[in-house]
Antibody, heavy 119, light 107 residues
Framework: EVKLVESGGGLVQPGGSLRLSCEVSGFTVSSSYMNWVRQAPGKGLEWVAH???????KYTDSVKGRFTISRDNSKNTLNLQMNSLRTEDTAMYYC?????????????WGQGTQVTVSS | EIVLTQSPATLSLSPGERATLSCRAS??????LAWYQQKPGQTPRLLIY???NRATGIPARFSGSGSGTDFTLTISSLEPEDFAVYYC?????????FGQGTKVEIK
């Protein structure tokens, strides 16, 4: 069974940092295309970051230079280091695996971890 | 960045009725468009990928069509569990983008 469990969210002041983790089971992160997708309270979905199998990364413009997506193959986890956080980064952050039949779409989702940026 | 515009924002229908949702892209995404369903308090579920292919386990009442810039999600006969928010998403180029969503509510 494919399972993704996020952790690391919380309340942080503007300018602060957080590190999100996503522990997966039922597959290996090293052989999967992985993403972080976020959803602000009462709002729509926003793709944030992607990591390829070869560890090439992609980011949405608003987080470039502030967020870093990475993975730990030994722990089978996906990470998101978030620095210089802004109030507009407040959202539920989901760890998402690309759909195995066709990459580029989002097939398996974790339950999310809440990030709140506020003074 | 490719902007996806969904219409209508809200669709009020009764169970058994047909639902037609639209997604228009600011430039061609070829067939590289997906549809998701999100119910309150739940994570999104992939319904349709590459415009017209149903994802694993998705009922046949859900169908997708379109190419280029204009796409449609059709629910042939609404079941009570289909009342939710629906999002389109493109993988034609980076960044991946979503539409703003269409809420299908009970009339």
């Amino acid at each position: 069974e494919v399972k993704l469990v996020e952790s690391g969210g919380g309340l942080v002041q503007p300018g602060g940092s957080l590190r999100l983790s996503c522990e997966v089971s039922g597959f290996t992160v090293s052989s999967s295309y992985m993403n972080w997708v976020r959803q602000a309270p009462g709002k729509g979905l926003e793709w944030v970051a992607h990591i390829y199998v070869d560890e090439t990364t992609k980011y949405t413009d608003s987080v470039k230079g502030r967020f870093t997506i990475s993975r730990d193959n030994s722990k089978n986890t996906l990470n998101l280091q978030m620095n210089s956080l802004r109030t507009e980064d407040t959202a539920m952050y989901y760890c998402v695996r690309d759909y195995v039949v066709q990459g580029g779409f989002f097939g398996s989702w974790g339950q999310g971890t809440q990030v709140t940026v506020s003074s | 960045e490719i902007v996806l515009t969904q219409s209508p924002a809200t669709l009020s229908l009764s169970p058994g009725e047909r639902a037609t949702l639209s997604c228009r892209a600011s430039q061609s995404v070829a067939p590289y468009l997906a549809w998701y369903q999100q119910k309150p308090g739940q994570t999104p579920r992939l319904l349709i990928y590459d415009a017209s292919n149903r994802a694993t386990g998705i009922p046949a009442r859900f169908s997708g069509s379109g190419s280029g810039t204009d796409f449609t999600l059709t629910i042939s006969s609404l079941e009570p569990e289909d009342f939710a928010v629906y999002y389109c998403q493109q993988r034609g180029s980076w960044p991946r983008t979503f539409g703003q969503g269409t809420k299908v509510e009970i009339k």
